[in-house]
């Protein structure tokens, strides 16, 4: 098609193999590029409302699955930008990219999910999962097999020599269908691994973990019918109806269908239960709590550990007596109560023990009063003081 007959809504100056993105009159390629676009913008919205969730995860298991699902996102923003590849016109670029990159970015979504089922199966089995690097590490080699295969594929078609007499000027464009298909053989075993992992994943006995499972499976069915029903008309369906030239436009609709469904089924559903919390740590059904409160567990301990409350002032009513006057008058000496006598019977504390005790002078007076001399009046009776020398006073 020359520049002059470039089709309805093209400018003349466009080359020919972009006339599928806007082309009125083959409505297809402008519907798909559209739903590609929005496709893009999505992922990329879901992408950084993701890496902004994680700061405001609570369950330290959820936030180990963040990786996988941040890896699934980044293949799924490729599959909608190879959408494009399969819109415009074949070249040696175009057809290149195609080969190459649709078993590459599908098998990373696959990978990534099939990671996610076995994660479900080990906690249920046997009550604790691999760590995050542990997951993503699997995911990688999982995804590299396929990265290996296409790459070897790849370098072995184009640097096929064609057979003599024979001129082909495009080797990369002139790949038979079936040919196609036979690449993506490791696909599909990572697709039906992802149906049985999440199978496994369904009797877990918490219905959280059983409702990522059910996310998952749900995903990879509705991935394989789409997958059956893009090689039943890639293989059959176009050559029997007579339109061949519909091959491009299947598999672009199957990719961009696909990569919608892997955001609808499991990355916003899974984004939505981010802040939900570990059911491992939920209550018993009797309702008593497994462990008391923090606060309750701390205020017992500082109770068990506060010693007992001590009066530093001393409570002998043997040294009950006339109280001396607040501010004494002149200085006392703190040996004023010693009078070379033996102790008596009655408890006296020395000097030692009540500096020991850190009491003041005032304390000491306080606690341990001047002996005073009996009155000698007639007629009364007057009692002696009850302390440790009134023993040795005459009567």
């Given at each position: 098609m020359g520049p002059t007959d470039a089709p309805n809504g093209c400018g003349s100056s466009i080359s020919s193999i972009y006339y599928n993105l806007c082309d009125l009159t083959a409505v297809w390629g402008v519907v798909v590029e559209a739903v590609a676009a929005a496709g893009v913008v999505?992922?990329?919205?879901?992408?950084?409302?993701?890496?902004?969730?994680?700061?405001?995860?609570?369950?330290?298991?959820?936030?180990?699955?963040?990786?996988?699902?941040?890896?699934?996102?980044?293949?799924?923003?490729?599959?909608?930008?190879?959408?494009?590849?399969?819109?415009?016109?074949?070249?040696?670029?175009?057809?290149a990219a195609r080969r190459f990159l649709f078993g590459v970015l599908f098998s990373g979504c696959l990978a990534c999910l099939v990671m996610h089922g076995l994660w479900l199966a080990l906690l249920e089995r046997r009550g604790w999962a691999p760590r995050c690097w542990m997951l993503c590490l699997g995911a990688l080699g999982l995804w590299m097999v396929e990265v290996i295969i296409n790459t070897e594929w790849l370098i072995i078609t184009m640097v096929r020599s064609?057979?003599?007499?024979?001129?082909?000027?495009?080797?990369?464009?002139?790949?038979?269908?079936?040919?196609?298909?036979s690449a993506l053989v490791y696909v599909m075993v990572?697709?039906?691994?992802?149906?049985?992992?999440?199978?496994?994943?369904?009797?877990?006995?918490?219905?959280?973990?059983?409702?990522?499972?059910?996310?998952?499976?749900?995903?990879?069915?509705?991935?394989?019918a789409i997958w059956v029903a893009w090689i039943v008309m890639y293989m059959h369906g176009n050559r029997m109806a007579g339109d061949p030239s519909w091959d491009d436009p299947t598999l672009a609709v199957a990719i961009v269908f696909n990569a919608w469904v892997f955001i609808f089924l499991y990355i916003i559903p899974e984004i939505c239960l981010l802040n939900q919390e570990d059911p491992d740590q939920e209550q018993p059904l009797d309702g008593e709590p497994v462990y008391p409160a923090s606060s309750h567990v701390y205020g017992n301990i500082l109770k068990e550990?506060?010693?007992?409350?001590?009066?530093?002032?001393?409570?002998?009513?043997?040294?009950?007596?006339?109280?001396?006057?607040?501010?004494?008058?002149?200085?006392?000496?703190?040996?004023?109560?010693y009078n070379g006598q033996l102790r008596s019977c009655v408890y006296q504390p020395t000097e030692l023990a009540l500096i020991a005790k850190g009491l003041t002078k005032m304390e000491q007076d306080a606690m341990m009063p001047r002996v005073k001399a009996p009155s000698f009046n007639p007629g009364s009776r007057s009692s002696l003081p009850h302390?440790?020398?009134?023993?040795?006073l005459p009567f």
């Open positions: 999505t992922s990329f919205v879901l992408l950084v409302i993701l890496m902004a969730s994680v700061a405001f995860v609570t369950n330290k298991k959820r936030k180990g699955m963040v990786a996988l699902q941040a890896g699934i996102l980044i293949f799924i923003l490729g599959l909608f930008g190879l959408t494009f590849a399969f819109i415009v016109g074949q070249y040696a670029t175009s057809c064609p057979l003599e007499g024979v001129n082909i000027p495009d080797l990369t464009c002139s790949i038979a269908n079936q040919d196609f298909v990572l697709l039906l691994s992802v149906v049985l992992m999440a199978v496994l994943s369904l009797t877990h006995k918490h219905k959280q973990w059983r409702r990522d499972g059910a996310f998952i499976l749900v995903t990879g069915l509705f991935t394989m550990l506060e010693p007992p409350h001590q009066n530093v002032y001393m409570d002998n009513k043997a040294f009950t007596m006339d109280e001396p006057p607040t501010v004494p008058t002149k200085p006392v000496s703190p040996y004023g109560a302390s440790a020398d009134s023993d040795s």
